[in-house]
T-cell receptor, first 109, second 117 residues
Framework: GQNIDQPTEMTATEGAIVQINCTYQ??????LFWYQQHAGEAPTFLSY??LDGLEEKGRFSSFLSRSKGYSYLLLKELQMKDSASYLC??????????WGAGTKLIIKP | GAVVSQHPSRVICKSGTSVKIECRSL??????MFWYRQFPKQSLMLMAT?????????EQGVEKDKFLINHASLTLSTLTVTSAHPEDSSFYIC?????????????FGNGTRLTVT
């Protein structure tokens, strides 16, 4: 079956760095997406990786290793507004998105 | 950039009535749109894939006759919750991908919070 695993919840301190991991087992691979979702709101797109390596976008970076079925989202200089759920999603061979359950990130002052 | 608009953002209805939710792609044509449902503190659950000009594809466990989907144009898909019941209260979110971009991410509407009393 297809499976996306990510931690349920993480806590970090304002100004620090946090890494949210995602491992996947899917039928084929056509890219991995990270979304941010604040409580009560729809998800917003953060990043897309289809090749191995690190993609940096401001305070957020996303890494992919296809051979390991592994990705992480790195958030630097954490701000209180970064408190949200972070969703990992993989596009399989049929171009369908398989979603992880999301990681709730709690930022403490 | 690509934008998906969803309306209404909130709706409260009485049990037994029907509610229609609209999803529009504003600057691209979407032959396919996706409807998700999300209960509190749970992950997104794909309900159905809306296909322009043909029948929607429903996920297992989703009642076709209860959740009517119409994708009559390349920029509009509608989801109608028929004979709504309190257990249908949820956050409904539509999304679409810009076909002009290879491996475009899903762009989400702002969601519709449905409360059935």
């Amino acid at each position: 079956g297809q499976n996306i695993d990510q931690p349920t919840e993480m806590t970090a301190t304002e100004g620090a760095i946090v890494q949210i991991n995602c491992t996947y087992q899917t039928s084929g691979f056509n890219g991995l997406f990270w979304y941010q979702q604040h409580a009560g709101e729809a998800p917003t797109f953060l990043s897309y990786n289809v090749l191995d390596g690190l993609e940096e976008k401001g305070r957020f970076s996303s890494f992919l290793s296809r051979s390991k079925g592994y990705s992480y989202l790195l958030l630097k200089e954490l701000q209180m507004k970064d408190s949200a759920s972070y969703l990992c999603a993989v596009m399989d061979s049929n171009y369908q998105l398989i979603w992880g359950a999301g990681t709730k990130l709690i930022i403490k002052p | 950039g690509a934008v998906v608009s969803q309306h209404p953002s909130r709706v409260i209805c009485k049990s037994g009535t029907s509610v229609k939710i609209e999803c529009r792609s504003l600057d691209f044509q979407a032959t396919t749109m996706f409807w998700y449902r999300q209960f509190p503190k749970q992950s997104l659950m794909l309900m159905a894939t809306s296909n322009e000009g043909s029948k929607a594809t429903y996920e297992q466990g989703v009642e076709k006759d209860k959740f009517l989907i119409n994708h009559a144009s390349l920029t509009l898909s509608t989801l109608t919750v028929t004979s709504a019941h309190p257990e249908d209260s949820s956050f409904y979110i539509c999304s679409a991908r810009d076909p002009r971009q290879d491996n475009s991410p899903l762009h989400f509407g702002n969601g519709t919070r449905l409360t059935v009393t």
